[in-house]
């Protein structure tokens, strides 16, 4: 008998994006599973186009009230049937085989969750193209060996026992219950990443947007280390890095005129992070594009030598604001359609 899995879609505002991931949805190659749709309150016809698709086995559940991601995937849960749980966004579309790419790595009893890979649906857009191969230069190349949490709520699946053993989706980790989870979920069992497991969302295509979404994630992680929830090193890399880039450009200018022996060393540091932030990116990137075929060296080059400063710029910012003067009970839960 097939394990059975319950996919939980939390949707707000999703009349036009979530067609695409219904249609997904509803082609996936593995029969034994459910499809529940979470309408938080939304304000337009989100309910009304998941219901034109209840006869395709897709149950919708409606909330009275908006309450953010968290408790949209809350509600979904109550009504889950299935041994595991699956999590993707309304304006996310999921390959054929995505359940059974999941299937085979909880055929090992001690995985209790699998995090998968992301990439740009929107990649006709400079901005989105550009982003999506430096998530796939993070999550692909280096397997999201520099970041500490290898789930995300766009592409994940964990065993329904061990996420009711840990209380659901925490409804106060604003804008990080996904990798607030990921950090519980590896202190009692093993979470897998599989890069190769793929689904296509919707990002940003401006700056602002950019800058938007990795503050407020930046935010998020400030408010858990002011939470000391979790007391993870791997969370510091990323601030510490940037903030030594800025400290040994300080330190290079104001030595200067002292000559190369004081300078020196802070310009060889200060240089050797700006490759690491900027430069490097930019072969590795055009190997993936070489790999997937894509042809669009000449435009997303340069961007890719910006695109890791700006983004660490508003992590770094967001988790310092966070940190200093972020309350866990001012902030209203957020979707991600909001702070594009």
């Known amino acids: 008998m097939t394990t059975k899995f319950s996919i939980l879609i939390p949707a707000y505002n999703e009349e036009h994006s979530i067609v695409s991931c219904l249609n997904s949805l509803i082609s996936l190659n593995?029969?034994?599973?459910?499809?529940?749709?979470?309408?938080?309150?939304?304000?337009?016809?989100?309910?009304?186009?998941?219901?034109?698709?209840?006869?395709?086995?897709?149950?919708?559940?409606?909330?009275?009230?908006?309450?953010?991601?968290?408790?949209?995937?809350?509600?979904?849960?109550?009504?889950?049937t299935g041994d595991i749980i699956v999590t993707t966004d309304a304006d996310t579309v999921v390959p054929p085989d995505w359940l059974h790419r999941f299937e085979s790595y909880f055929k090992d009893p001690h995985v209790i969750a699998v995090g998968g890979s992301y990439r740009a649906r929107?990649?006709?857009?400079?901005?989105?193209?550009?982003?999506?191969?430096?998530?796939?230069?993070?999550?692909?190349?280096?397997?999201?060996?520099?970041i500490p949490n290898k789930l995300s709520g766009?592409?994940?699946?964990?065993?329904?026992?061990?996420?009711?053993?840990?209380?659901?989706?925490?409804?106060?980790?604003?804008?990080?219950?996904?990798?607030?989870?990921?950090?519980?979920?590896?202190?009692?069992?093993?979470?897998?990443?599989?890069?190769?497991?793929?689904?296509?969302?919707?990002?940003?295509?401006?700056?602002?947007?950019i800058w938007r979404r990795k503050f407020y994630w930046g935010y998020a992680m400030g408010l858990q280390f002011k939470q000391r929830i979790p007391a993870n090193k791997k969370l510091l890399i990323r601030p510490a890095l940037f903030i030594l880039l800025f400290i040994s450009l300080f330190i290079f200018l104001v030595s200067l005129p002292y000559g190369f022996p004081i300078y020196g060393i802070p310009g060889i540091i200060f240089f050797f992070l700006l490759n690491l932030l900027t430069i490097l990116y930019i072969p590795l990137g055009v190997i993936i594009m070489i790999k997937n075929k894509d042809r669009h060296y000449f435009k997303t080059a340069p961007l890719l030598a910006i695109l890791p400063i700006v983004r660490e710029f508003a992590y770094v910012c967001g988790v310092g604001m966070g940190f200093c003067r972020g309350k866990m009970t001012k902030i209203k839960p957020s979707w991600k359609k909001e702070t594009k």
């Open 30 to 80: 593995y029969d034994n599973r459910e499809i529940i749709i979470v309408d938080d309150a939304s304000t337009d016809h989100t309910a009304g186009v998941v219901k034109t698709c209840s006869e395709k086995g897709i149950v919708l559940v409606q909330r009275e009230k908006n309450g953010g991601r968290a408790a949209a995937l809350n509600s979904g849960l109550q009504k889950a």
């Open 122 to 146: 929107n990649m006709d857009k400079p901005l989105p193209h550009a982003t999506s191969i430096l998530d796939q230069i993070l999550n692909g190349l280096f397997k999201k060996s520099v």
């Open 154 to 209: 766009v592409n994940s699946a964990i065993r329904r026992d061990a996420l009711m053993h840990l209380g659901g989706f925490n409804e106060h980790a604003w804008w990080s219950e996904d990798s607030e989870l990921g950090w519980k979920l590896d202190e009692v069992g093993q979470v897998v990443y599989d890069p190769d497991n793929v689904v296509n969302t919707i990002y940003p295509d401006t700056w602002s947007g």
